[in-house]
């Protein structure tokens, strides 16, 4: 049995508190890349890749026989928030933060590299520490790198601590598990004018008006329904903060969520329908940021996940509906993976994820860190013989 002892756990606290200190946000993780690969060294990996799609690394531990290849999957990035917290390791980087747990996460995959001291008889686990997850552009960039067919897995596994859940519980849910999202950015471009002579000038307020109407009463469903869709609107910006403008110029973003992948592609057509049919006279542009397809869980996997949570004692959730945030993960199963994202409880009352206060309970260290070593042993002892 494939296991970590008490002082390795120990020392993965250590090294959260570590990483902690000091967050890197998406496309910018090169410090962390070099502290991970570091680890990785120490922990004896075969192999090691660097600069996967950006800042990203991968580690290959082989057994001697050929077998399948299982990949777990964490996350490099931090976020551009500003941590609020007396803790003694608290972000010593302004206005970024470790405020989604990801040190948390990358700990328990190096968790996994130390309890892979002793390797499975057959076949080979990748451990991928992922850049730019938050921005949606992270996990595609990985599986672009020309080197990605030399890793690819026939199984993937990843997991999000959720705060709100009983410490340690496991919740699963075949097919679709966290909501597809994009962000709509529209710019409207007319023309300025003297405040007193609006007529003179062509202002978007009117058109931001509509927008901030219509494009919400786009919505559909709850999150329990197939056709569940949701427009949030998040950011709207009219002229300059002046009285003697007349504004010629303006900017909305819109969020928008899917259950699946084909109703998010209404819900973009529902979206430029309204856009196409406002001002003529604005010059109107539109662009797409944070791109997360669906995660759909595979059913094999996730009954993979299920027996190996039982094996560990943990209490599994069934979920009868997907995450609403997104996730990018979900791409490894695109590209052709039978993958697994799994939701870890991180405490009932534990400040909820992108909160200023929010911490990665450590309580969780050798909780995650059995439940992938279990999961790789039951795949690769499976396909012995």
Known sequence: MMSISSDQTTYLTMLRHNLHRQPEISGEEAQTATRIVHELTRAGADEIWQNLGGYGVAAEFRGAEPGPTV?????????????????????EIDGKGHL????????????VALGLAKRPVRGRVILLFQPAEETGFGAQAVIDDPRWPEIRPDYAFAFHNVPGRPLGEIGLRAGPANCASRGMQILLHGKSSHAAVPEDGVSPGAAIAHLMQH?????SGTILDADFGL??????RLGAPTFGIAPGEGELRVTLRSMTDKRMERLINETQTVVENIDRRLDISVNWHDVFST???DVEATDIARQAARAQGLSIQEMN??????????????????????????????PQLHNPDYDFPDALLPLGTGLF???????????AG
Do not use: K, Q
């Open 321 to 350: 509906h997907p995450m609403r945030w997104s996730e990018d993960f979900g791409r490894f199963g695109f590209d052709g993976a039978n993958a697994a994202m799994m939701f870890l409880g991180a405490g009932e009352s534990h």
């Open 215 to 219: 494009l919400p009463a786009l919505s």
């Open 100 to 111: 989604c747990g990801h040190d948390g996460h990358m700990c328990i995959v190096m968790g």
């Open 373 to 383: 070593l279990t999961i790789i042993e039951h795949i690769l002892s499976a396909h």
């Open 231 to 236: 427009s949030t609107l998040t950011h709207v």
């Open 71 to 91: 990949l777990v999957r964490c996350e490099l990035d931090g976020l551009p928030i500003a941590e609020e917290s007396t803790l003694p390791y608290r972000s």
């Open 295 to 297: 995660v759909v869980n």
